[in-house]
């Protein structure tokens, strides 16, 4: 049984993000209430101050409280940054009698088994994603329970986090008021918010260009193959032009946002832009060509990070639906032209989140797919889809279990 309502939290390096989602009586999903807050709490996907962060969980909570007039669910958050890992892990079990048709309970047994991985002691297992099952040897079986067998195979994703971090993010939600259902890989919910069914099953790669971090997630055969963070962001851009051309941080985004580009031979060299620089009175011009190469130089060296985590993944050249760009900062001018020069051979396009009910445009639209890809991952599973993987009731103890994890309502 899906759960009917379903309230994400995201924690942005420059924002926090939460929405509530239910089902729509018409079928698919739809956004019953959303809200954003500032946060200067979250640095690269980690919370660095407890305060401010849970100062902006509560400010976004109350907001979303006050429009659906009723306290929230517990939190579906997403985590990412670089402490977060998924690495492939494999299970079997025997079946007894031999050839007889497998159960739920021996699909359970074989995805604990895979989680039995060596974890170092200052980390955690926070997520496993069976991927793929096998039966006496026979591969790409999604839905094991009733087929019958002597050998039962499974490979799963599992995604660790650092403790220290990840009881951060706990307590801060705590600070707040609230509490957490589960937490969920934040590429997984990102390439859940732009990619369709068709797309994660022929192959494609998913490219959020976040404030502070870039998240990146390689998806094959109906699941996530790989993941990664790139601790490149827009807010960096907006540092380069702050600490080369001597302005303001205010001064450096408004810059980017409203003159920026990440191809600067598609400007005009006698086209100027008035700059105010610190600690001086009277802005001056300045060609806009120099602003521009300044926002290629680190926009490239992305594109070339994030290349080398496709490479990385064993998967380049096998993602025929192509590599999706969304985030904020996939909307600066020129980045999917960029991107499409260094990731040759690859089909590159710029994609937001959908989801009827949804607000916003452009950058506040795409900043929104996390959120919008965890409603759906946690709107698609039910209480009968959970089973702990040892005698605890904590959510790090338990494991996601649908065999049609992207199969979803629109």
């Known amino acids: 049984m899906r759960s009917d309502k379903v309230t994400v939290l995201d924690l942005g390096s420059s924002s926090i993000r939460c929405l509530v989602a239910e089902v729509d009586p018409s079928g698919g999903y739809r956004v019953k209430a959303q809200a ?3 946060c200067r709490g979250v640095k690269k996907g980690v919370v660095a101050d407890l305060d401010e962060t849970a100062h902006a969980i509560d400010n976004v909570c109350r907001s979303i409280q006050n429009k659906i007039g009723s306290p929230l669910d517990p939190l579906v958050v997403g985590i990412g940054g670089q402490h977060v890992e998924g690495q492939n892990a494999q299970g079997f079990v025997p079946i007894y009698p031999r050839s007889r048709p497998i159960t739920r309970e021996d699909v359970l047994q074989v995805v604990n088994h895979s989680r039995q991985l060596g974890v170092p002691p200052d980390r955690e297992q926070i997520q496993a994603l069976p991927r793929e099952f096998r039966i006496d040897g026979q591969r790409g079986i999604q839905r094991p329970i009733g087929m019958n067998g002597s050998k039962l195979e499974v490979i799963t994703y599992i ?11 706990e307590r801060a939600v705590q600070m707040a008021g609230q509490r957490i259902d589960q937490m969920v890989l934040k590429p997984l919910a990102s390439g859940l918010g ?5 797309s994660i099953e022929n192959g494609a790669a998913v490219v959020d260009i976040g ?83 300044i926002i290629e130089s680190r926009m490239r060296e992305l594109s070339v990070m994030v290349r080398q985590q496709i490479e990385k993944s064993g998967f380049n050249g096998m993602l025929p639906a192509g590599v999706f760009l969304t985030g904020c900062g996939s909307l ?17 396009t710029t994609a937001a989140p959908q989801m009827k009910g949804l607000l916003g445009s452009g950058p506040e639209r795409h900043g929104m797919s996390v959120v919008v890809g965890l409603a ?10 959970l089973t702990p993987a040892s005698g605890k009731r904590d959510w790090k103890e338990t494991v996601r279990t649908m065999w049609s994890l992207f199969g979803g309502r629109a």
């Open 211 to 293: 404030g502070g971090t870039t998240e990146v997630a390689v998806f094959a055969g109906g699941s996530i193959v790989y993941s990664a963070t790139v601790p490149v962001g827009g807010m960096l851009v907006t540092s380069d032009l702050c600490k080369l051309i001597k302005v303001s941080p205010e001064d450096g985004e408004r810059l980017k946002l409203t003159h920026g580009s990440a191809r600067p031979e598609t400007v005009n060299e006698k086209e100027t832009v008035e700059v105010m620089q610190i600690g001086q009175t009277r802005a001056r011009p300045m060609q806009r060509k120099v602003l521009c190469e």
């Open 159 to 169: 995604v660790t986090g650092q403790t220290s971090h990840i009881q951060n993010i």
């Open 36 to 38: 954003s807050a500032p």
């Open 332 to 348: 600066l001018p020129g980045t999917e032209h960029l991107f499409a020069e260094t990731l040759k051979h690859m089909r590159v």
């Open 376 to 385: 759906k991952y946690a709107l698609e599973m039910g209480d009968n889809e």
């Open 194 to 198: 732009v990619l369709s069914q068709e």
